[in-house]
């Protein structure tokens, strides 16, 4: 069994509340979730308005795949013209 986590702070600069936010956030994780079957969650940064850190988890049988389809999570997360991606971390356990 192979576990794949990737760790990303993201950038709102246009959020003017925790309201706006935790709806762009909100949105980002349940299409992320659902495009790529993977496990996905804010882990921090939770009460500051522009900055959300977002874990994603995926396990396989094989690393590669895992590790491919991380890749495609972050790419998917970069395109997003409302978020910035910042800091990221890949782990392969």
Not at 15 to 24: F, G, N, P, T
Not at 35 to 52: G, L, P, Q, T, Y
Request: overall charge negative; some cysteine; glycine content about 4%.
């Amino acid at each position: 069994m192979h576990i794949g986590a990737l760790t990303v702070v993201l950038y709102l600069h246009d959020a003017a509340s925790l309201k706006e936010k935790r709806q762009v956030v909100k949105s980002l994780i349940e299409t992320t979730r659902q495009r790529f079957n993977v496990s996905i969650a804010e882990v921090d940064d939770m009460d500051k308005w522009r900055r959300a850190t977002v874990g994603v988890v995926c396990v396989s049988n094989d690393a590669g795949f895992a590790n491919r389809v991380l890749d495609k999570v972050l790419d998917y997360l970069e395109a997003d013209p409302r978020v910035e991606v910042g800091q990221v971390d890949l782990e392969m356990l």
